[in-house]
């Protein structure tokens, strides 16, 4: 059963032409960063061809950076997958809200799982029909596919024949990505607060802790954020009108 | 050697992740906490992996032209730059700093 169409969007078809633009506009510029990628990798000690594999394997931008990060790091090979694999565990609820849109049939699946992300999952819940979605699914993956990998092939080759990535800044490359991946979804008050507290609990852990655990330790920002949240929600329904009202107005300034 | 093992176990792990969010009958997972447990854990992760990497070297904490390069970024992104752009003002500020010799 296809998702009912979100209110920006008229319950009329798009034209062909207007989904592609879309995809391909989000798949060009995307797909392009695999360049930065790319000199990440190769500034974290990754061959040509472990860099490749990841982006052709994972092609999960986050989860990519983040294994990195954490090798470069001296991380050991688990715990340095745990964190990439609790990045990428948000793609399987893209999943569960395309399947419906997108209704491809069991054998098909299994391809299209791989280009469940973010990008394409932006175009595709953002189509009012079946058509349209199925349009802008494949043209976003297809296009973000093919640049994400070809520009992780480019940087790779270009930081190594660059020698020395430090001078040129490109080690700044890769949290300049989490930080453009994460300034978006800094719209809430709880939001806010678990960004804050998963940064102070790494810098607190990060010289007690082995490699790659404080990141692990970090995660836990959210499900406290959460108990927190519910435990307020909780005493805010059992108490004076007048709680109810303060509560309200910093909601409402948190939410921008 | 361990690279490799990470590179598989991550691949493997995150293929399984995207095709069962696909397999999964919708309303399985749709508890809001669930939800928003979801929501808040890639934010949790990511603002972690920033400071890591603005504020690391892996293993003792470290300030140096990163941290110019990675506030040039989030003052990039406050002003609305594209995703490109914020990086590439990054690197750019990184290596100015170190090119002055910070």
Redesign the interface.
Known sequence: ?PSPAPPVHPAKTPPRSAVVRDALGVGV??G??GF?FGVTASGAG?TVL?AC??SL????G??Q???V??????G???T??A??????????????????LLG?RAAV??F???W??DETSAVTLAQPDRRSARLGFTVTGLSLYALWNLTTLAGVLGAEALGDT??????????????????P??KTT??RA??????V???VT??LLP?GA??LV??????A??WADGRRARTRTGDAPSTTETENGTREAGAR | MNVWIAIGVTAVGCYLVKYLGLLVPAGALERPLVQRLAALLPVALLAALTAQETFSDGHHLLLDARVAGVGAAVVALLLRAPFLLVVAVAVAVTAGVRALGG
């Open positions: 059963m510029a995307v392009l960063s930065a990754l472990q594999a990841l394997l994972v092609f999960t986050a989860s950076f983040a294994l990060g954490a090798l470069a790091a001296g050991n090979p688990f340095a997958a964190g990439a694999l609790f990045l990428g565990t948000r793609n399987a609820f893209y999943g569960l809200r395309l399947s419906g491809y699946k299994p299209a799982a791989h469940v992300i430090e001078a040129w800044g490109l080690d700044a490359a890769g949290p300049a990505v989490f930080v453009a991946l994460l300034g979804m800094l709880a939001e678990t960004a804050g507290l998963g940064a609990l790494l810098l990060l010289p490699a404080p990141v970090a995660s836990l920002a959210a499900p954020v959460l």
